[in-house]
């Protein structure tokens, strides 16, 4: 793919920061949704198929999320590939679009009439820096990124990459040429 998706927050915030990766629940509707091409790409390193759970798409797949093992972990549940001594991700050159898009997040609006690009506030980085002039241009190289015809094709293929819409993330884009009609929704 031409169009690549750059990463603004340093390595050494996200490693010394505790909300990537781990979750409150079980079955948090979080957890990081593969398209069928990454979850294919992660079986092909070895990673076991049964960690995938299939989604109403019909293509993409979410991962099984596991309990963590440090009894002062700020949450019970993590991502199996999440690496809870170095807080490092164990996939990240193949990790799926939705965590490489974070703190972005794709999800319907609140009357889900729109597919819509938001900053998740949660993300203590993105709250920061929201306002500043090199946070604005790196959400302008997310919305070109995502708005590029392959990406595109992959998010309306893997629908369920779509998230439900949450009080936490600052919408910055429409994204008016996915139709929420036509997922099935
Ligand atoms: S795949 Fe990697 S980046 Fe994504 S949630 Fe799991 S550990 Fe985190």
């Not at 972990?73 to 590939?81: D, L, S, V, W």
Request: include cysteine; charged fraction near 25%; hydrophobic fraction near 40%.
């Amino acid at each position: 793919m031409k169009n690549r998706l750059h990463q603004i927050i340093p390595n050494e915030v996200c490693f010394s920061c505790d909300v990537c990766c781990r979750f409150l629940d079980a079955d948090s509707p979080l957890a990081p949704v593969f398209t069928a091409v990454e979850r294919e790409r992660v079986i092909s390193h070895g990673v076991d198929a049964a960690l995938f759970r299939p989604q109403v798409d019909g293509k993409s797949a979410r991962i099984v999320l596991e309990a963590s093992r440090v009894a002062s972990a700020p949450t019970g549940y993590i991502c199996p590939f999440f690496d809870e001594e170095t807080s490092h991700c164990t996939i990240y050159p193949i990790r799926p679009l939705d965590c490489q898009l974070y703190p972005f997040a794709l999800m319907f609006n609140e009357d889900r009439s729109q597919v819509v690009l938001g900053v998740d506030r949660l993300c203590p980085f993105g709250e920061a820096q929201l306002e500043t002039e090199a946070f604005q241009r790196h959400i302008r190289h997310v919305i070109a990124y995502v708005e590029s015809e392959a990406v595109l094709a992959q998010i309306a293929e893997n629908w369920s990459l779509i998230g439900d819409y949450q009080d936490t993330v600052k919408i910055v884009h429409l994204l008016d040429k996915l139709e929420p009609c036509t997922f099935g929704r």
